[in-house]
């Protein structure tokens, strides 16, 4: 889609067309259509970020409860599945999905959201060593870590959807 046409977009129309790029999460873009019309895809790209971080605490830490597992086996949204099968994470072994299990019920438990990795360009292997290094951090760094990657998240399906 061309930058143009987002422009030329309703709030509704622009909404039900970006609602999903932070997962499960619509306010996202209804907050970032405030800056509409944008001058550029990275504009558009920055306004959602900013959407994201001027959010409540509460509206943050919902937007990452609402991010599958890692390697889950349970239905994802499309960008989610295409993401995640991109990285390998629909071909583990069963002692690598059992890892995955493992440190994603750990992770939750200590953090209270799901650990969070924009997979793009990874490996499965890239993906289980930032999960191992991550999951000592303590839970207000990784909270800010796991939005960071939520907005790289944001860029990248954002960047599969507009043309300049």
Sequence with gaps: MKLKD????????????FGDI??????????????????????????FRRAMRDASDAAKISLLRSHPDLATRAKLTVDSTSEQKGAGLDTLTAEEFARFTELNE????????????AVRG??????????EERIGIDTEQEFETALEQ???????????????
Excluded at 6 to 17: G, K, L, Q, R, W
Excluded at 106 to 117: D, E, L, Q, T, V
Excluded at 154 to 161: A, K, Q, T
């Design 22 to 47: 932070a997962e499960h999460s619509p306010w996202v873009a209804e907050n970032a259509f405030a800056s509409a019309p944008f001058a550029s895809r990275d504009a558009m790209i920055k306004a």
């Design 6 to 17: 987002v422009n030329e977009m309703s709030a509704a129309a622009f909404i039900d067309c």
């Design 106 to 117: 750990a992770y939750k438990h200590k953090n209270g959201f799901p650990f969070i990795f």
């Design 150 to 164: 939520v907005g790289r998240i944001i860029r990248f399906r954002l960047e599969d959807r507009i043309e300049e």
């Design 122 to 131: 990874a490996t499965k292997q890239q993906i289980l060593a930032g999960f």
